[in-house]
Nanobody, 121 residues
Framework: QVQLVESGGDLVQPGGSLRLSCKTFGFTMDYYTIGWFRQAPGKEREGVSCIATSEDSTYYAASVKGRFTITRDNAKHTVYLQMNALKPEDAAVYYC??????????????WGQGTQVTVPS
């Protein structure tokens, strides 16, 4: 059974850092793209970052570029999102998802349950 489980969300002060983890189960993560998305209350879900099967192929939303770093550890079946210099506008529920295709794929097939990141203003 395919599962993605996010962890690492927390309350952090502006300027602080967090590392989110996306642990995968039930499929060979090596062959799949993993993306991070977020949704804040009253806002649409947005893509934050993505890493394809090759670690050289990554994507970052303009709003997080230079502050967030995505990496994958296939041996641990886990993708990480290192978030630095956090801002109140980064507060959201963060989800990871997977797709058999590039980061630009229109639809992701499996999603995690989300982890809450809170950055007070």
């Amino acid at each position: 059974q395919v599962q993605l489980v996010e962890s690492g969300g927390d309350l952090v002060q502006p300027g602080g850092s967090l590392r989110l983890s996306c642990k995968t189960f039930g499929f060979t993560m090596d062959y799949y793209t993993i993306g991070w998305f977020r949704q804040a209350p009253g806002k649409e879900r947005e893509g934050v970052s993505c890493i394809a099967t090759s670690e050289d192929s990554t994507y970052y939303a303009a709003s997080v570029k230079g502050r967030f770093t995505i990496t994958r550890d296939n041996a641990k079946h886990t993708v990480y999102l290192q978030m630095n210099a956090l801002k109140p506008e980064d507060a959201a529920v963060y989800y990871c998802a997977t797709v058999f295709g590039p980061c630009t794929s229109p639809g992701y097939d499996y999603w995690g349950q989300g982890t809450q990141v809170t950055v007070p203003s």
